[in-house]
């Protein structure tokens, strides 16, 4: 069983770069046909893609994030990282981790597009 734990800071001020960490068990990150996503819910809005790491190291993102979003991964601890640059209150939101067999689309998703969830971190950007 496929397992996902989201840790970071919970509280960020704006312009700051906001990092996070999803530790996978229960699978590697470096097999199958998975892909990793990072997803985001800012209060009272819809489920948002941020983007993906393959399993086999190619990362996707979504065209409504800025350029110079990062997601990385660290194979020998099995985790997925994400970074955003120069945080706005507005990306304030619960940030999920989760993973797909394939890279499912990218915009309108569900629970249901991915296989398993983290828990979720919620992230406050603070003025």
């Known amino acids: 069983q496929v397992q996902l734990r989201e840790s970071g800071p919970g509280l960020v001020k704006a312009s700051q770069t906001l990092s996070l960490t999803c530790s996978v068990s229960g699978a590697s990150i470096t097999t199958g046909d998975y892909y990793w996503s990072w997803i985001r819910q800012p209060p009272g809005k819809g489920l948002e893609w941020i983007g993906a790491?393959?399993?086999?190291?190619?990362?996707y993102y979504s065209p409504h994030f800025p350029s110079d979003t990062v997601i990385s991964r660290d194979t020998s601890k099995n985790q997925i990282s994400l970074q955003l640059s120069s945080v706005t209150p507005e990306d304030t939101a619960v940030y999920f981790c989760a993973n797909s067999d394939g890279l499912v689309k990218t915009s309108g998703i569900t629970k249901d597009d991915f296989a398993s969830w983290g828990q979720g971190t919620q992230v406050t950007v603070s003025e």
């Open positions: 790491m393959s399993f086999d190291g190619i990362d």
